[in-house]
């Protein structure tokens, strides 16, 4: 499956690693060649889920016009394929409207699978997975991951352990076919002709994008991450598979799953649970690693794109300054 090339040749993207400053960048970008913004994010398509994403706020969504942002309910499952053909919808009817379609986000996969098309696998094999959900069971999650490591490592390094559905995915693919799933993914950049001319990622260094995302997570955890997920959690029957890896979201749920039982009350008239005290800490410390972590990965995904050009910015560098770069690349 590919993304029309005669839209593609007209997006503009920008992407970049989480907390590194596209949000204030895009708006500003957005309004100097006069666009309209599609999310390029696999977690803000979900109702609800607004803190930790980091959503765009309705102001924002005032300023500059929003796509593909709370177009789901957790519980529902979204597909690339189901993702490139709502955005070729999406910019479609940016053009007819004379506007430009520019994609913000961090979600890697997804601007590959616009660049460069999408392999279109195997039909799914339920009993094979219901055979390796069993293995992850038994075992954990990382005998799965360490099993993939050795048919596909390449697929293995950019896959967090406890994504056990893409892991499954990867395993299923490699049994179905006998090719590692990174092999039959790289289908290399589509001819220069059919390329877009302006395809950015923010590149921060690692430093002063960790203290970015350490202080993130705190603004969220003290925005009410805890009380979001638990809102969420009482009214929605189960989380997608999808929305479920998403970061704050799955160490939120999965405290209030084993640590919660445990009886940690804020007070004893409080219904709603909520860890305190050192529970807090390591609840936030794991989330922080684990987002430094997602950062690492995501700089992977954009550094190994050649269609992706670099925007270099640190704590130097403002929003203005970072677009000046973008439109003096252009």
């Known amino acids: 499956m590919e993304f029309p090339v005669e839209l593609l040749v007209k997006c503009w993207f920008l992407a970049g690693p989480t907390a590194c400053g596209k949000t204030n960048a895009s708006l500003l970008l957005a309004e100097r060649i006069g666009a309209e913004i599609v999310a ?3 977690m803000t398509l979900y109702r609800g889920m607004d803190i930790g994403t980091a959503k765009a706020t309705m102001d924002d969504r005032e300023r500059v016009p929003h796509h593909l942002v709370d177009i789901l309910d957790p519980q529902d499952e979204y597909s690339l394929a189901d993702y490139l053909q709502s955005a070729a919808e ?6 007819d409207r004379g506007r430009v379609p520019l994609f913000v986000g961090g979600t890697g996969l997804y601007l590959r699978g616009i660049l460069r098309g999408v392999f279109e696998g195997p039909a799914a094999d339920w009993e094979l997975r219901h055979r390796l959900e069993e293995q992850s069971l038994r075992e954990g999650p990382l005998a799965l991951h360490r099993q993939l490591q050795q048919v596909d490592a390449k697929t293995a390094l950019r896959l967090h352990p406890n994504d056990q ?4 995915r990867a395993l299923e693919v490699f049994e179905l076919t006998g090719q590692p799933l990174s092999e039959l993914q790289d289908q290399g950049p589509r001819p220069l002709n059919e390329r877009p001319a ?8 690692r430093d002063w994008l960790y203290h970015r995302i350490d202080v993130r997570v705190e603004q969220m955890i003290a925005a009410g991450l805890i009380e979001e997920v638990d809102r969420l959690r009482r009214r929605t029957q189960s989380f997608s598979h999808t929305a479920r890896q998403a970061l704050g979201y799955k160490e939120v ?3 209030f799953e084993t640590d919660a039982l445990r009886g940690n009350f804020r007070s004893p008239e409080d219904s709603a649970l909520r860890p305190s005290g050192k529970a807090l800490g390591d609840l936030v410390e794991l989330i922080q ?3 430094r972590q997602f950062a690492k990965r995501q700089h992977t995904w954009f550094r190994n794109l ?3 050009r670099p925007i270099e910015r640190s704590e130097v560098e403002s ?3 970072v677009v000046d770069l973008i439109l003096k690349e252009a």
């Open 40 to 42: 390029l994010d696999s």
């Open 90 to 95: 999406a910019c479609q009817g940016i053009i």
């Open 165 to 168: 559905r893409r892991v499954i």
């Open 198 to 205: 302006h395809v950015y990622w923010i590149s921060p260094p």
């Open 253 to 255: 749920l999965d405290w």
């Open 289 to 291: 690693t684990r987002t």
């Open 306 to 308: 050649e269609e992706c």
């Open 319 to 321: 929003d203005h300054d």
